[in-house]
Structure formats: C-alpha cells, structure tokens
C-alpha cells in the first residue's frame, strides 16, 4: 500500500502562484510515475502533470508554461509549482502514484481557489 498526503492548497489572486506537495509513504519503492490531477465542479478528473522516477514530465496543454511538476524521490514528495494562476485552475487537485505501473493510489484532494 501506498499513502498519499497533500498540503499547499489554499486560496490566490489571478496572477499568483502556490505550491503543491504530496509526500508518498508505504510502499514506495516500486512507484514509477507520480503525478496531480483536478477536478473541477461538474467536470471529469483530468490529468494537470505527471512525472516519471526519471524525471520524464507531461502536463496538459492548458498549464503548460506557468506549472512545473517536480519530484524528490529521496523525500517521496512530488511537488507541484502554479504561477500565473487563474480562475479556470480553481479544483481539487489530488495526488497520484502509480506503482508496478499498474496500480494506482490516491491523496484525498486539496482545493486551489483562484479569484478573479
């Protein structure tokens, strides 16, 4: 088992910035990808950025440019860096860990506010 805590939600000003962190514990030796998702009121989950334990990243068009998905793996923290905010980025984002490649495991969702 893998478990997932977030911190670093809260709410900003368009234009403003905030750091996201999910820290992994259990069974994190054999997590390959970690990465957050969101999800936004009436709207499906989607995938915001990934990263692989190589550093590969990928991040939905929309963010590309102003987030920056990074990874600690000696802490087992990934971090998420949001610049330039705005109010379409408003949604829980949760953490996520893949490991086997298959199995997937879930922090409990963090809200990110962005006021107009």
């Not at 368009?14 to 009436?42: D, E, H, K, N, V």
């Not at 590309?64 to 949604?91: C, H, W």
Request: glycine residues 12%.
């Amino acid at each position: 088992q893998v478990q997932l805590v977030e911190s670093g939600g809260g709410l900003v000003q368009a234009g403003g910035s905030l750091r996201l962190s999910c820290a992994a514990s259990g069974s994190t030796s054999s997590i390959t990808a970690m990465g957050w998702y969101r999800q936004a009121p009436g709207k499906q989950r989607e995938l915001v950025a990934r990263i692989s334990s190589g550093g590969t990243t990928n991040y939905v068009d929309s963010v590309k440019g102003r987030f920056t998905i990074s990874r600690d793996n000696a802490k087992n923290t990934v971090y998420l860096q949001m610049n330039t905010l705005k109010p379409e980025d408003t949604a829980v984002y949760y953490c996520n860990a893949v490991r086997a490649a298959i199995i997937q495991y879930w922090g409990q969702g963090t809200q990110v506010t962005v006021s107009s």
